[in-house]
């Protein structure tokens, strides 16, 4: 079964407005969760890193006051896309630290973001 | 710092044909190393996780292997079937444990 469930998988939204993306850990308690970006047919690049009861870190490049990300318990973070534009359309997926050094890492199942 | 190639880009090959793709990566400081399926528009499949101790992994038509001294790893996969189209993305562990991607292989298996 799934390990990390993100939602919606798919969203559509004007110019302007805002969306929230969730990102849920299901089998255990994450103090860290890592948020991606993914452009057409470009690769997965590291956005942020969110942090339990603490602000989230971002990736040089990546402003911060945009993509708002808030780690309110254990099990959940969520990102905001606040005052989306088209140029933010992109793939945007979760995933949470690994287990242990031997273990495979857990993506949530991506958010598709459209703005129009 | 961590930087993760894959070669060729894109791979269009006729059904049934065996076929290698290419990751490299600068640091071979690393737990482990996994491959990864990404089809359009959708989320990642894990194929295949190899750790750092071992030289391969195998499951089903598909064989990756490893040489960290070199920072390299192949996926090979056997007798392709057009099924097997899609993007195929490699991606190790780094600092706090999120992972670098490559910018992955798109295969293209024709009938």
């Known amino acids: ?116 | 710092k961590q930087e993760v190639t894959q070669i060729p880009a894109a791979l269009s090959v006729p059904e049934g044909e065996n076929l290698v793709l290419n990751c490299s990566f600068t640091d071979s400081a690393i737990y482990n190393l996994q491959w990864f399926r990404q089809d359009p528009g959708k989320g990642l499949t894990s194929l295949l996780l190899i750790q750092s101790s071992q030289r391969e992994q195998t499951s089903g038509r598909l064989n990756a292997s490893l040489d960290k001294s070199s920072g390299r790893s192949t996926l090979y996969i056997a007798a392709s079937q057009p099924g097997d189209s899609a993007t195929y993305l490699c991606a190790v562990p780094y600092n706090n444990n999120d992972m670098r991607f490559g910018a992955g292989t798109r295969l293209t298996v024709k009938p």
């Open chain 1, 1 to 116: 079964g799934a390990v990390v469930s993100q939602h919606p998988s798919w969203v559509i939204c004007k110019s302007g407005t805002s969306v929230k993306i969730e990102c849920r850990s299901l089998d255990f308690q994450a103090t860290t969760m890592f948020w991606y970006r993914q452009f057409p047919k470009q690769s997965l690049m590291l956005m942020a890193t969110s942090n339990e009861g603490s602000k989230a870190t971002y990736e040089q490049g990546v402003e911060k006051d945009k993509f708002l990300i808030n780690h309110a318990s254990l099990t959940l973070s969520t990102l905001t896309v606040t005052s989306a534009h088209p140029e933010d359309s992109s793939f945007y997926i979760c995933s949470v630290p690994l287990l242990t050094a031997n273990t495979e890492a857990f993506f949530g199942q991506g958010t598709r973001l459209t703005v129009v």
